[in-house]
């Protein structure tokens, strides 16, 4: 109940997901900061989230340190769009 309570007053956990990717982008204010530190606390998801968000931004910078060039043909762009969207349940 209190922890309910504390999501509701300071930050609820799609807000404190969005900052995370925020802060990966070098945009987040002290206050969001702030927020998110307390947040990240109490939410065991959110510490989660947090873990496989650097995971999945460590990956990204390594293959694009490696100047590889990805490619997607048309086909596999298409089969991503739809997962996303099979997912969001449009």
Known sequence: MLKKFIHILFLPCSK?????EKRNAN???????????????????????????????????????QKENIEMNNSEIQYFKDKILEKLDL
Do not use: G
């Not at 404190?16 to 995370?20: D, F, N, S, V």
């Not at 927020?35 to 990204?60: F, M, N, P, T």
């Open 16 to 20: 404190a997901t969005m900052l995370m």
């Open 27 to 65: 945009t987040i204010s002290r206050r969001e900061n702030l927020q998110l530190s307390v947040h990240l606390k109490i939410c065991k998801w959110c510490r989660a989230y947090e873990v496989k968000l650097k995971i999945l931004d460590d990956i990204l910078k390594r293959r694009l340190a």
